[in-house]
């Protein structure tokens, strides 16, 4: 069974920096790509970023230039700088499973809280 666990979050104030890490494990499939999702209080789950196992990376336009993803075989890094109380939110880790289909895997999540 893969899972997948993140760590990090907490409370920082506006622009201020934070951290999050996630790691796969389990699988004995590619796990391609692996990214962040993340949910806002009364708001759907919407995309953050990916990074794939050959290095291509992708954002959202609310986080380019502002958060950088780095992937390390099944790990991945979301580091979030000049952070925004809009960011506030459950961030969830997915890791995509392909074994002759794609199967999505997700973290419990963590939160994040940008308040002064």
């Known amino acids: 069974q893969v899972q997948v666990v993140e760590s990090g979050g907490g409370l920082v104030q506006p622009g201020g920096t934070l951290s999050l890490s996630c790691t796969a494990s389990?699988?004995?499939?590619?796990?391609?790509?692996m990214g962040w999702y993340r949910q806002a209080p009364g708001k759907e789950r919407e995309f953050v970023a990916f990074?794939?196992?050959?290095?291509t990376t992708n954002y959202a336009d609310s986080v380019k230039g502002r958060f950088t993803i780095s992937r390390d075989n099944n790990m991945v890094l979301l580091q979030m700088n000049s952070l925004k109380p809009e960011d506030t939110a459950v961030y969830y880790c997915?890791?995509?499973?392909?074994?002759?289909?794609?199967?999505?895997?997700w973290g419990k999540g963590t939160l994040v809280t940008v308040s002064s």
């Open positions: 990074a794939t196992s050959g290095g």
């Open positions: 997915n890791a995509r499973v392909y074994s002759g289909v794609h199967t999505d895997y």
């Open positions: 389990g699988s004995p499939f590619p796990i391609n790509p």
